[in-house]
């Protein structure tokens, strides 16, 4: 099945500097790569996705890009705030009918 | 749009008892409902799929006695813990999708303690 590596697990940054956290997969067939943030005590929440037919897309202060080729995508947030603190995971669906494969998260902290 | 709820947000029961946790999506149908279990720092791992009016399918090592699921309509699936044990305390978590290809909305969650 698929396989998705998230990293770094946890990512501290100051306040108005930008955050990137990474993510690999395994299986080819996976077309469809949405982030989502948690906030403790809370469900995911659906901040951004990606389809595998383009390479980039933004809203925002935030933006996710995709590279089919290396099998890896990422997630960009800028001007970070206090706010912006959470968990983060990555996913990969596609390969399996309606099934997500989520990576391991990234604990953000952001310090004013 | 593409609101989902569950309810109860937290239960606390004693061993032996069995508790009823609700999925619904409030502003849109969903084919198909996922439900999902969370231990403290830990990633989502999927438990079952449930399709409406269809047996729900689940992963490997769940026990489908255990964890009962029901997708009876569209909008509203139910996952019962039955002869709960403090090992089953955890954050349950529902998703549901439809809105697009393998698109899921997750609910709040469930905190469920077994004493």
């Known amino acids: 099945g698929e396989n998705v590596e998230q990293h770094p697990s946890t990512l501290s940054v100051q306040e108005g500097d930008s955050a990137v956290i990474k993510c690999t997969y395994s299986d080819s067939a996976s077309n469809y790569f949405p982030w989502y943030k948690q906030e403790l005590g809370k469900g995911p929440q659906l901040i951004i996705d990606?389809?595998?037919?383009?390479g980039e897309k933004k809203d925002q202060r935030i933006a996710v890009t995709l590279n089919k080729t290396a099998k890896h995508f990422s997630l960009h947030i800028t001007e970070t705030q206090p706010e912006d603190s959470a968990v983060y995971f990555c996913a990969a669906g596609g390969s399996t009918l309606g099934r997500l494969y989520f990576g391991r998260g990234t604990q953000l902290t952001v310090w004013p | 749009g593409a609101v989902v709820s569950q309810h109860p947000s937290r239960v606390i029961c004693k061993s032996g008892t069995s508790v009823k946790i609700e999925c619904r999506s409030l502003?849109?149908?969903?084919?198909?409902m996922f439900w999902y279990r969370q231990f403290p720092k830990k990633s989502l791992m999927l438990m079952a799929t449930?399709?409406?009016?269809?047996?729900?399918?689940?992963e490997q090592g769940v026990e489908k006695d255990k964890f009962l699921i029901n997708h009876a309509s569209l909008t509203l699936s139910t996952l019962t813990v039955t002869s709960a044990h403090p090992e089953d305390s955890s954050f349950y978590i529902c998703?549901?999708?439809?809105?697009?290809?393998?698109?899921?909305?997750f609910g709040p969650g469930t905190r469920l303690t077994v004493l």
């Open positions: 990606i389809r595998s037919n383009v």
């Open positions: 998703s549901a999708g439809g809105q697009g290809p393998d698109t899921q909305y």
């Open positions: 502003d849109f149908q969903a084919t198909t």
């Open positions: 449930s399709n409406e009016g269809s047996k729900a399918t689940y």
